[in-house]
């Protein structure tokens, strides 16, 4: 569910309160000169030069929705879309009846005021928006645009062979983009050092918005994926900047999980997740992904019953893999998990998979077995139709 929605969840960080100000036109020559006395500031807060202007463009809400609409085609084709659904359904992190396709397409179309695109490397702003939130949109997504002239981010952000990985890049660049647009509108705040200002801030992100209903109904699997770029990424670029105060967060030193978002003191170390495969065919496969340690969280969030997703304690994960399989009968998944180490391991089948069980699912049958995965303590977890075939020799 890891869509590049770099206008709308930047919504949710802005300052609640103060109803919006009566929007007037904006004209090209307007946006430029907004683009132009925003650069030295962003350009400070990042920690980076702009080696040259970023194209700008105008565009109505109408442009933009049509825009946007064709990215999420294009980002979450059916077959994709329909492998996701099939996975966290069969997970119990979302329900059968959710439309979900209709679901991005409001949240996508929901309240959006500018965003920046890689692939065109263009800054687009709609006319019409609120100045004050316009101004904030502008700064954020004047970021990317400026990390975009020191790394690929068309290439990062399209690789879908990692899921986990993809959620850990978008974390560092939406977190370095959220506090240097917070920086470059407020200079003299210190958002980075003083934790007072930054609980204030995070209680924000993660309030409910008024005029956002859509976002505000969204299942926690979605909702939590979405906001975790912006609220995970920036408390990881606050350590970075502390820890490593010469470096940037990119190329090399990017993040390779989001294990290592929420406990920087893993990246620190190293500690990187084993690559888990499966080694039989793909026949019948139509999805395969990470989970990843976040998500993790999120299940347990989900199966507990709370709308909050807690991430303070690591969970020992060590890496994982997924596979969805068509079935005459439904789909079928299959999910390996590596760990760090046994305890870790049987305190994910007994706090969460222990729920997991205590909810049937009709027609399915749940197997839930301890096993070496990838040379660590492991578990698989099937959930598939009872009749299914392969129950006899179950993907290893």
Request: glycine residues 6%.
């Amino acid at each position: 569910m890891r869509t590049l929605l770099l206008a709308f969840v930047l919504l949710v960080t802005a300052c609640r309160g103060d109803a919006p100000r009566t929007a007037s036109e904006l004209t090209q020559e307007q946006l430029e000169a907004m683009v132009d006395s925003l650069m030295p500031s962003v350009a400070r807060a990042a920690g980076l030069e702009f080696k040259e202007t970023p194209r700008s463009a105008v565009r109505t809400r109408e442009q933009v929705r049509e825009f946007l609409l064709e990215k999420l085609a294009t980002e979450l084709p059916p077959e994709r879309l329909d492998g996701l659904v099939s996975a966290y359904r069969l997970l119990q992190l979302l329900p059968d009846t959710l439309d979900v396709r209709s679901l991005f397409v409001d949240l996508y179309t929901e309240q959006v005021a500018g965003f920046y695109d890689p692939e065109s490397s263009t800054l687009f702003a709609v006319g019409g928006s609120d100045p004050m939130s316009l101004k904030l949109i502008l700064a954020h997504e004047l970021v990317h645009a400026l990390q975009h002239q020191y790394v690929p981010l068309d290439s990062i952000l399209n690789d879908r062979s990692d899921a986990d990985r993809l959620a850990a890049a978008q974390a560092v660049l939406e977190g370095h983009a959220t506090l240097a647009s917070f920086q470059a509108i407020v200079p003299d705040t210190d958002f980075i050092g003083d934790d007072g200002i930054w609980s204030t801030v995070r209680d924000q992100i993660t309030m409910p918005r008024e005029g956002m209903e859509v976002f505000n109904r969204t299942p926690l699997v979605i909702r939590s994926a979405l906001i975790f770029p912006y609220l995970e990424g920036s408390e990881f670029i606050r350590w970075f900047r502390v820890n490593r105060p010469d470096a940037q967060p990119f190329g090399a030193e990017m993040p390779h999980s989001t294990e290592q978002i929420l406990h920087p003191e893993r990246y620190a170390r190293g500690d990187l997740p084993v690559e888990v495969r499966f080694t039989d065919d793909t026949t019948d496969v139509i999805h395969e992904d990470t989970f990843g340690e976040f998500e993790m969280h999120v299940l347990r969030s989900v199966l507990v019953g709370i709308d909050q997703v807690a991430t303070d304690l690591p969970l020992g994960w060590g890496g994982d893999r997924m596979r969805v399989y068509r079935t005459p009968d439904g789909p079928a998944l299959v999910w390996l998990t590596a760990w760090d180490e046994p305890r870790h391991a049987e305190g994910f089948q007994a706090r969460v998979l222990g729920r997991f069980l205590a909810k049937d699912r009709p027609g399915y049958r749940t197997s839930i077995e301890a096993m070496r995965i990838a040379g660590k303590p492991g578990v698989r977890v099937t959930v598939a139709p009872q009749e299914w075939s392969r129950w006899a020799a179950l993907p290893q």
